[in-house]
C-alpha cells in the first residue's frame, strides 16, 4: 500500500475503484479473494482503491476493523493508495478512527447518513474526528445540501477535508446548483467525481472535477482507465463510447441494488468469489444474477 501523506495530484491519475469486499462462506472476510480482486483491478491500471458502501462497512463488526485494514494494508501494492471508511454513526466512527491510527493509511472517508443528523453537528463530528485522526478525512456528499457550502468551506480552512466524493444524483447533470456552490469554496482539483462512468463526463469536462470513483471499474478496470484518459485528452468521442459500453451493467445496478449487483457481478465474472452479503443485505434472486452473468460476459 502506498504509505505517503495525501497527495491531490494522485486523484487524477486512476479512476477511485470502490470494490466489494469478499466474504467466505461463514461470512468471514476473506483474504485471497480480495487478493484476487485488488490484482485483478491493478493488474488493469488502478492504482487507487475505496472500501465504503459497495463493501458493506456500513454493517461491518468493530471486531474485524483491525483484521481488514491490515489485510487490505498488505494486500495492496506499493503505488496504490487504500482510502477504508468510517461510520456511519459517530461513536464507532470514534473507535475506528483509534483503529486507524495504528495504520499507514493517509485518510479515511466517513459515510454519511440522513439520520439523527444535522448541519452543525455534522460540520463538528468531522472535525474532531479528523482532529482525532490527526490526518483530514474523505467527505462524501451524497445527499442534495447535506452539508452546506459555507460549513464545508469551514471544514476545508481547518484541514479537515483531504477530497470530496461528490454523488448527488441528478436528472440532468449538467444542472447542479449544490455542486456549483461547493466548487466555489473548496478547490476542483481535489474534488472527485462519485457515482461511476456515467456523469463523469459532465462532471469532468464542465465542472472541472479532476477525477471519478466506479464499481463498474471492478469488471473491466483497463476499460475505465481509457475513458478517464480519453476525457482528460478531451477526447469526448470515445470517452462517450466508453461510458454506453458500461450501460448493461450500470442500468442492472441502479434497478435492482448498485451494491448486490456489483457484489454478485465479480464472482459472476470469475474475478474473485465475493461470497454471501452480510444482513441487512441479501442476495439476488438467481433470475437477477443470470442477467448479471449475460451482462458481465459480454465485458469480459
Keep these: 500500500m502506498l504509505t505517503h501523506p495525501f497527495d491531490p495530484d494522485h486523484l487524477a491519475q486512476s479512476v477511485f475503484a470502490v470494490p466489494p469486499l469478499a466474504r467466505d462462506a461463514e461470512g468471514e472476510v476473506c483474504a485471497d479473494e480480495n487478493a484476487k480482486l485488488i490484482r485483478y483491478l491493478e493488474d488493469g491500471g488502478i492504482r487507487s482503491l475505496l472500501y465504503g458502501g459497495n463493501a458493506v462497512f456500513y454493517h461491518m463488526r468493530l471486531s474485524e476493523y483491525a483484521k481488514t485494514l491490515s489485510m487490505l494494508a498488505e494486500t495492496a501494492g506499493e503505488e496504490t493508495t487504500v482510502v477504508p471508511s468510517i461510520g456511519p454513526a459517530y461513536g464507532l466512527a470514534v473507535d475506528q478512527v483509534d483503529i486507524l491510527r495504528e495504520y499507514s493509511f493517509a485518510t479515511a472517508m466517513l459515510l454519511p447518513s440522513r439520520d439523527i443528523?444535522?448541519?452543525?453537528?455534522?460540520?463538528?463530528?468531522?472535525?474532531?474526528?479528523?482532529?482525532?485522526?490527526?490526518?483530514?478525512?474523505?467527505?462524501?456528499?451524497?445527499?442534495?445540501?447535506?452539508?452546506?457550502?459555507?460549513?464545508?468551506?469551514?471544514?476545508?480552512?481547518?484541514?479537515?477535508?483531504?477530497?470530496?466524493?461528490?454523488?448527488?444524483?441528478?436528472?440532468?447533470?449538467?444542472?447542479?446548483?449544490?455542486?456549483?456552490?461547493?466548487?466555489?469554496?473548496?478547490?476542483?482539483?481535489?474534488?472527485?467525481?462519485?457515482?461511476?462512468?456515467?456523469?463523469?463526463?459532465?462532471?469532468?469536462?464542465?465542472?472541472?472535477?479532476?477525477?471519478?470513483?466506479?464499481?463498474?471499474?471492478?469488471?473491466?478496470?483497463?476499460?475505465?482507465?481509457?475513458?478517464?484518459?480519453?476525457?482528460?485528452a478531451g477526447d469526448y468521442e470515445t470517452a462517450e463510447s466508453i461510458r454506453k459500453w458500461f450501460l448493461p451493467l450500470e442500468d442492472l445496478r441502479n434497478t435492482y441494488s448498485p451494491i448486490r449487483v456489483l457484489h454478485h457481478a465479480v464472482s459472476e465474472a470469475g474475478i474473485a468469489t465475493t461470497g454471501p452479503l452480510l444482513p441487512m443485505l441479501s442476495d439476488l434472486d438467481e433470475s437477477i444474477v443470470t442477467k448479471i452473468r449475460d451482462a458481465v460476459q459480454s465485458m469480459m
Excluded at 452543525?120 to 482532529?131: C, E
Excluded at 490527526?134 to 447535506?146: A, M, N, S, T
Excluded at 470530496?164 to 466548487?183: F, M, S
Aim: proline share 3%; aromatic share 8%.
Design 117 to 232: 443528523v444535522d448541519q452543525q453537528g455534522i460540520a463538528r463530528g468531522v472535525r474532531q474526528l479528523a482532529d482525532r485522526f490527526g490526518k483530514p478525512l474523505v467527505l462524501y456528499l451524497k445527499f442534495d445540501r447535506w452539508l452546506d457550502a459555507k460549513l464545508v468551506q469551514s471544514l476545508h480552512q481547518d484541514g479537515a477535508i483531504s477530497w470530496i466524493k461528490y454523488a448527488v444524483v441528478r436528472d440532468d447533470t449538467t444542472q447542479d446548483d449544490y455542486l456549483n456552490e461547493i466548487r466555489d469554496v473548496f478547490p476542483a482539483t481535489r474534488m472527485v467525481s462519485g457515482i461511476g462512468e456515467q456523469p463523469a463526463i459532465i462532471h469532468l469536462r464542465d465542472f472541472g472535477i479532476t477525477g471519478f470513483t466506479s464499481g463498474c471499474v471492478c469488471i473491466a478496470p483497463k476499460r475505465s482507465m481509457e475513458m478517464l484518459h480519453a476525457i482528460q
